[in-house]
């Protein structure tokens, strides 16, 4: 993997106090956290960019891996503002009959059940 820029906040003091650091000059190391997630460091080196989506699944095991909860991390990779161009699941027409309500409520519903769905996985990766 080609070295890059330096891995900034907020995931750098994570991966320092969890021991994901280069060896000789002490700086957070993404081979280190990507060994530990059972991820590639392609993919997490992409994540901390925010140049990819990281999937439940990938949520989860970096979320343990750095000793963080999973809303934190999807804070970090800005999941909430970024949701829009997952190009997988496309709403009904209906939907534009709701009330800007309405669509609070649906986007309230639909971020508890994937919040679920993320604690449940890291739940079970635990066990």
Do not use: C
């Not at 059940?113 to 990766?125: D, F, K, M, R, T």
């Amino acid at each position: 993997m080609a070295r890059g820029k330096p891995v900034g906040e907020p995931w750098a003091t994570p991966m320092i106090a969890r021991g994901f650091v280069e060896p000789r000059s002490k700086n957070p190391s993404i081979l280190a956290l990507a060994a530990e997630a059972g991820l590639g460091p392609t993919t997490v080196q992409r994540i901390i960019r925010r140049e990819a989506i990281p999937s439940i699944d990938t949520q989860g095991k970096l979320a343990k891996a750095l000793g963080i909860d999973v809303e934190t991390l999807a804070e970090w990779v800005d999941l909430k503002a970024r949701a829009a161009v997952r190009p997988h699941w496309t709403p009904p027409r209906a939907i534009a009959s709701l009330t800007d309500e309405n669509l609070l409520k649906v986007e309230a519903y639909i971020n508890k059940l994937a919040l679920e769905q993320i604690q449940g996985q890291v739940s079970a990766s635990k066990g």
